[in-house]
């Protein structure tokens, strides 16, 4: 009761500036201290000792009220936008980087589903031109003209099931397949591969149509990952607020 330990300092001051502050409150009778005594080291260690007929209950909301024990702290959050700099809030600094990472995470996917749909219009003209023995009709053709007219003409009936149009370059691709030996165990592989790649691309296109959700679930996959190794260093406190007037000391002088 007679005695207060202060051993955390705010941020911005140091101890000889707070204990310069209790005196500089206890010259103007805000704060009624006896002593005080600094035996800081590594760690904040500064005593106050209370006169007789005061309590450390009542002293210790006027060192908050009128010393800097406690203090106000404004910061200006400042980033460079569009190769400027810009003083803006952290729910604003905030809504850009997310609207950054959401545009991020749908040109990712974009890419993706592109690699897909390449993949899969090739396993597509591979499947017909093998199972419909497309491969058949250039046997007899003698020119390189030929070998391509009759592998245009061959896959045409099935160009309801193309991805996208078949180019010269697709038909030389086709061309290059060493068809040896065609297996029931490679046909099945095929239509395995297909199959995959139509549910992949379901997938992606769903995730595309809801990017706000897909943004929320790729940040919370980091937290589910990666959060125990970063724990989080502050803390969310809240704080009573000193009345001056109801801590002040009620000093009566009396000339008689």
């Not at 202060?6 to 500089?24: C, D, M, Q, V």
């Not at 010259?27 to 201290?33: A, G, H, L, P, R």
């Not at 260093?233 to 000391?249: C, L, N, P």
Request: a positive charge; proline letters at 2%; glycine letters at 2%.
């Amino acid at each position: 009761d007679k005695r207060i330990f202060i051993r955390e300092i705010p941020f911005s001051t140091t101890t000889e500036s707070l204990i310069a502050s209790i005196e500089t409150a206890a010259q103007k009778n805000k704060v009624k201290i006896s002593s005080i005594n600094d035996y800081t080291t590594e760690k904040v260690e500064i005593e106050l000792i209370i006169p007789r007929g005061v309590y450390a209950d009542e002293v210790i909301p006027q060192l908050y009220a009128y010393t800097d024990c406690e203090v106000s702290i404004s910061s200006n959050l400042l980033v460079i936008k569009d190769r400027h700099p810009e003083v803006t809030t952290v729910r604003d600094c905030l809504r850009e980087l997310t609207d950054q990472l959401k545009e991020t995470l749908r040109a990712e996917l974009k890419y993706e589903l592109e690699q897909l749909e390449k993949r899969q219009h090739w396993l597509t003209l591979e499947q017909i031109f093998i199972e419909k023995r497309i491969y058949k009709r250039i046997e007899k053709a003698k020119t390189e003209e030929k070998v391509f007219s009759e592998v245009y003409a061959g896959m045409k009936p099935f160009k309801k099931l193309f991805i996208r149009e078949m180019t010269d370059e697709d038909v030389k691709r086709l061309l290059e397949l060493r068809i040896r030996r065609i297996s029931a165990y490679d046909i099945a592989k095929n239509r395995k591969d297909l199959d995959d790649i139509v549910a992949a691309i379901k997938k992606i296109k769903s995730k595309l149509r809801a990017m706000v959700k897909t943004t929320i679930n790729y940040v919370q996959g980091l937290l589910d990952k990666y959060g125990k190794n970063y724990p989080r260093r502050t803390k969310i406190e809240t704080f009573d607020e000193v009345d001056k007037k109801s801590v002040a000391r009620q000093n009566i002088k009396l000339n008689l």
